[in-house]
């Protein structure tokens, strides 16, 4: 059993940064897939970003490619999700999620339903 819990949201102005972080307890951090996902009202639950820390793979959506940065630290089993040049788009809850996910394809690093543990999502509001 993994339990994910994020902190780091707040609301921000379009341009600024913010640092998610996901505070994983339980299970073999090593091989466990640790993904950010957002949603909004109008919108389904969105993939952002995914670290594999089985292979080490990384992938982001497009829309957040090259502003958005994932990094992880075993040591303290947090992953992070670094967020610049912020967008009133990226305003959303955003979701972490782990999951012993046996791949290094980004069909299955993005899919939700391959991620069993979810954290409670935290508001991340972009003002323009």
């Known amino acids: 059993q993994v339990e994910v819990v994020e902190s780091g949201g707040g609301s921000v102005q379009a341009g600024a940064s913010l640092r998610l972080s996901c505070a994983a307890s339980?299970?073999?951090?090593?091989?466990?897939?640790m993904a950010w996902f957002r949603q909004t009202p109008a919108k389904e639950r969105e993939f952002v970003s995914v670290?594999?820390?089985?292979?080490?793979?990384?992938y982001y959506a497009d829309s957040v490619k090259g502003r958005f940065t994932i990094s992880r630290d075993s040591a303290n089993k947090t992953m992070y999700l670094q967020m610049n040049s912020l967008k009133p788009e990226d305003t959303a809850v955003y979701y972490c999620?782990?999951?012993?996910?046996?791949?290094?394809?980004?069909?299955?690093?993005?899919?939700?339903?391959?991620?069993?543990?979810w954290g409670q999502g935290i508001q991340v509001t972009v003002s323009s």
């Open positions: 670290i594999n820390s089985r292979s080490g793979t990384i």
């Open positions: 339980g299970g073999t951090f090593s091989s466990i897939a």
């Open positions: 999620a782990a999951g012993y996910v046996y791949s290094s394809y980004y069909y299955d690093l993005a899919r939700e339903r391959n991620y069993n543990y």
